[in-house]
């Protein structure tokens, strides 16, 4: 759903199952918010991120659960951005990487469940905090860049890997 620049306020509510993704570009002030369940389980893989924002500021995702994403649980390339109580789960497919965040943004409180880099903090002035990682057999748990990322002042504390998959050394592991 390519969200309108005229919505501000997304909600999901508790019970709730919907199915598909969500995508901003160069949007304000918006909020994704709720304890309902953004599912990408009918998506075809790849087709889509749960959440992409691009271009954003002070977007804030509070407290909604991700399934079964296809790619990017949350990809928000945007700065000013805030991801509380979010979790993500049911993502067996490769390439179902966690959360990345662009400048000056915070993440906290959030269980992230994926088969690929759980944390990319591939910007400036970051901060994640108090985040549970279950971590599948593909992607480490953080990715600090790939290609010509810069990450600077990037602050992760209370960091806990309830399980790591990995049975073997690797690339990005």
Known sequence: YHV???????????????????ILTNHQDTRIFGRGVLSGRKLDYRSAHGIEATG?????????????????????????????????????????????VWDNSVVDHCFIWANDDALKPYRQNLTFSDIEVWQLD????????????????????????????????????
């Open 56 to 100: 954003s500021t002070r977007l804030t995702v509070e407290g909604i659960v991700l399934d079964n994403f296809k790619y990017f649980a949350l990809r928000l390339i945007s700065t000013y951005t805030t991801v509380s109580w979010v979790k993500t789960i049911g993502t067996w497919i490769w390439n179902s990487d966690g959360i990345s």
């Open 138 to 173: 593909n992607g480490g748990v953080i990715q600090m860049s790939w290609g010509d990322a810069d990450s600077d002042n990037v602050v992760i504390t209370n960091l806990d890997v309830l399980h790591a998959e990995w049975d073997h050394p690797g690339f990005n592991r």
């Open 4 to 22: 309108p620049h005229r919505v501000k306020n997304i909600y999901i509510e508790r019970g709730a199952w919907v199915y598909g993704a969500l």
